[in-house]
T-cell receptor, first 116, second 110 residues
Framework: NAGVMQNPRHLVRRRGQEARLRCSPM?????VYWYRQLPEEGLKFMVY????????ESGMPKERFSAEFPKEGPSILRIQQVVRGDSAAYFC??????????????FGEGSRLTVL | KQEVTQIPAALSVPEGENLVLNCSFT??????LQWFRQDPGKGLTSLLL?????REQTSGRLNASLDKSSGRSTLYIAASQPGDSATYLC?????????FGTGTSLTVIP
């Protein structure tokens, strides 16, 4: 059973370009979370999705950032018109659906975005 | 809102020592608590998951305890090794949301 797969692992963009980060959850997992981690800082929650639905996007900037988890295919975190402050590691995590809500959380290796 | 605190922020111990990492949370209405390890430049690796109805979980040299009523968890590492050097994070879930501490950076000196 493959783990959470993220790609690309490293992405370099110039200011104003778009960044697309992809995440394939573990097989059987229906919950996907995106987190951002700045150097020497903790994980910051961005968005929580289930298939075709955004459940909680309270941690995501109102502008330029969007996320989706379509019925088929990976979850996508999209950052439009990137700025230098968007440089960070973006982690995806998935969790299975259980009666009380999400269960154990499993992380991907992250996508490291560098904005020049 | 749930807040998770980890103390100390950094810890340095000689190889072979037993050590304890602490995690506290403000809202005791959690479903589970999970401990992770993060190596530099890597993702988070799940170490132990404690359901709210459990008091502790063990895996090898690791033992995690949970006291929901006091909002505390500890991660005990026995006979530490240089390979244990990493950042350790705890997270609690209140259902659909996970709340993370800022981590304890552990260095085990050979």
């Amino acid at each position: 059973n493959a783990g959470v797969m993220q790609n690309p692992r490293h992405l370099v963009r110039r200011r104003g370009q778009e960044a697309r980060l992809r995440c394939s959850p573990m097989k059987g997992h229906s919950h996907v979370y995106w987190y951002r981690q700045l150097p020497e800082e903790g994980l910051k929650f961005m968005v929580y999705l289930q298939k075709e639905n955004i459940i909680d996007e309270s941690g995501m900037p109102k502008e330029r950032f969007s996320a989706e988890f379509p019925k088929e295919g990976p979850s996508i975190l999209r950052i439009q018109q990137v700025v230098r402050g968007d440089s960070a590691a973006y982690f995806c995590a998935s969790s299975p659906l259980i009666a009380q809500g999400a269960g154990e959380l499993f992380f991907g290796e992250g996508s490291r975005l560098t904005v020049l | 809102k749930q807040e998770v605190t980890q103390i100390p922020a950094a810890l340095s111990v000689p190889e072979g020592e037993n050590l304890v990492l602490n995690c506290s949370f403000t809202d005791s209405a959690i479903y589970n608590l999970q401990w992770f390890r993060q190596d530099p430049g890597k993702g988070l690796t799940s170490l132990l998951l404690i359901q709210s109805s459990q008091r502790e979980q063990t895996s090898g040299r690791l033992n995690a305890s949970l006291d929901k009523s006091s909002g505390r968890s500890t991660l005990y590492i026995a006979a530490s090794q240089p390979g244990d050097s990493a950042t350790y994070l705890c997270a609690v879930t209140t259902g659909n949301q996970f709340y993370f501490g800022t981590g304890t950076s552990l260095t085990v000196i050979p």
